[in-house]
Structure formats: structure tokens, C-alpha cells
């Protein structure tokens, strides 16, 4: 008998069930556009341990505790029909590596689209579309996604032709499953949201915005065993110590990234 489909948010991470009316009541949508509310982030993965930590810390805690994001994972297990929970199997034809089932995974999207309509359904894969600042950007612009993590050779390439919308690589090199990509791709998308970082305008003077690497920065003590911070950046001179960031900006994208299109 197949299982029941139960519940599947297993955790709405860095919210402990106990302080969720108080995290609620301390939701501040004061700085998003009147057009963008909450964003929801749906990570199916059979290892949710895995991938829990890096949103119980620093930007992205703080991004789920302000309401400004839900992030949930999604235990893939739940959906597994036989008594081993497994989902995954031999490859057809044969060769070394067990395949993800589609059947788990067909479940698993089918019953969160059930509740939820989602922008994207995205399948972490090394041959996907590599990701980037613009990417970044085109995502924090979403409303609801699910990144679907997968693990072994894969998932059975049925789930990619028929449920998948987009697929994304962090880079060319593979990992031992996609919780890891998917937790860079929600860093990277999440701190570009209104509201998340505490100075709006940070995100936007970070490297790849205006295929421009960010300046050098430098903080206190001035001279540390003789090393000085460049003298301009004392000044207190607003538009000269602009023009100096500038003009590091394009030297490091050229030196750096010389491939990047540069807006000179
Ligand atoms: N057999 C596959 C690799 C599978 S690696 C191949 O050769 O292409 C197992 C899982 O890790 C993948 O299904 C994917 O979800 C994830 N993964 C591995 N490398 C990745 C990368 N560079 N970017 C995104 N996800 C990756």
C-alpha cells in the first residue's frame, strides 16, 4: 500500500515552534514593494541535516526570523512508498551508481504544487545553467520556488524532461549531491532581497553588479606593521574617494576578470 501523503514541512528552519506568534507579530514588510510579499524556498532533499545549518546563522537567520523568507525543507523520505523509505535504484542498463526514482520525486512536487504555485521548479545539476550575479538576480524577483537536491548519478531523467522548469550548477565541478549547491544558490538570492541586508543599497555595490568587481576595503587601525590604508579613503573627500573605488573597480576587472564586459 502506497503511503499516505502526509505533511511535508518538516521544519521551518531558524523558527523553534515556541517563539513562531512572537516571530510572526515582529513580521515587518515596511521595506519590500507593495507588489512583494513573503518568499518561499522549497528544498526537497533526502539529508535535510545537511543543509539546515547555514540558515540557523548570521544574514539568513535573520532574513527567516523577519518573515522576509521561509525556507523549508522538504525530507524526500516522506514520499518513498516501500518500508525502506528508499528512493533510489539501479540504472537501467546497468554501470556503477544508483539513480533517484522519479516516483518519490513525482509525489513530492505534485503534492507541494497541490498547495503552493511555484515560479520555478529547480533541479541542482552540474550540466545545469551556470549560476551568476544576474541569475541571482532574476530569482530574488520570485515568489515561490522549490530546488530539488539530488544525490548518486542523479535523478531519472524523467523527472528533468517533465517536472523540472530550470536547472543550475554552482560550477564546473561535482559535488556529492545538490544540498550544498542549493544552500549557495538561496544565499545568493536571499541577501538580495529588500529589507534583508540591514544598508539596502550593500548588495548593489557588491562584485558582478554592473560587471564591476568590488574595491579593496580596508577598517581600522590605519597602519598596521607599517601597512598603510591608502590615504584618499582618510580624506573625507565623498567624491574623490567615489572616483578612487571606481577606478579600482575597472584596474581588478581588468586584471581579475578580463572577460567581464566593463561599462567603460
Ligand atoms: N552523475 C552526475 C553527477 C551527480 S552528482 C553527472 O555526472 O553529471 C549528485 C548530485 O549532486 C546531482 O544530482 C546534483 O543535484 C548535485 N550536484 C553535483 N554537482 C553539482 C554542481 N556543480 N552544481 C549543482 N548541483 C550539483
Given at each position: ?204 555595490t ?9 574595491p ?16 584618499i579613503?582618510?580624506?573625507?573627500h565623498e567624491e574623490k574617494i567615489r572616483q578612487w573605488r571606481f577606478e579600482e573597480s ?15
Amino acid at each position: 500500500m502506497r503511503r499516505e501523503k502526509k505533511a511535508v514541512i518538516i521544519h521551518v528552519i531558524g523558527q523553534n515552534e515556541k517563539n513562531i506568534p512572537e516571530l510572526l507579530s515582529r513580521r515587518d514588510f515596511s521595506t519590500l514593494p507593495p507588489d512583494k510579499g513573503i518568499m518561499r524556498i522549497d528544498i526537497i532533499t533526502v539529508h535535510p541535516e545537511l543543509i539546515k545549518s547555514p540558515f540557523e546563522h548570521s544574514i539568513l537567520k535573520r532574513a527567516i526570523a523577519k518573515g522576509i523568507v521561509e525556507v523549508n525543507l522538504v525530507n524526500l523520505r516522506d514520499y518513498a512508498f516501500n518500508k525502506h523509505k528508499s528512493v533510489d535504484d539501479y540504472a537501467f542498463g546497468g554501470g556503477a551508481g544508483m539513480v533517484m526514482m522519479i516516483e518519490p520525486i513525482a509525489n513530492c512536487i505534485e503534492d507541494l504544487k497541490s498547495k503552493v504555485t511555484y515560479d520555478e521548479v529547480i533541479y541542482m545539476s552540474p550540466d545545469g545553467e551556470l549560476l551568476d550575479q544576474p541569475m541571482a538576480n532574476t530569482l530574488s524577483l520570485k515568489k515561490n520556488l522549490i530546488l530539488l537536491c539530488g544525490h548518486y548519478k542523479g535523478v531519472d531523467e524523467r523527472v528533468r524532461e517533465h517536472f523540472i522548469t530550470r536547472e543550475i550548477s554552482i560550477g564546473n565541478y561535482v559535488l556529492s549531491g545538490g544540498e550544498l549547491a542549493a544552500a549557495v544558490v538561496c544565499d545568493s538570492i536571499i541577501r538580495l532581497i529588500p529589507g534583508v541586508l540591514s544598508d539596502e543599497t550593500s548588495a548593489l555595490t557588491d562584485s558582478f553588479q554592473d560587471n564591476l568587481l568590488a574595491p579593496p576595503v580596508y577598517s581600522r587601525p590605519a597602519e598596521f606593521r607599517g601597512w598603510k590604508v591608502p590615504e584618499i579613503l582618510m580624506s573625507g573627500h565623498e567624491e574623490k574617494i567615489r572616483q578612487w573605488r571606481f577606478e579600482e573597480s575597472v584596474k581588478r576587472t581588468k586584471e581579475r576578470r578580463p572577460n567581464m564586459q566593463s561599462p567603460d
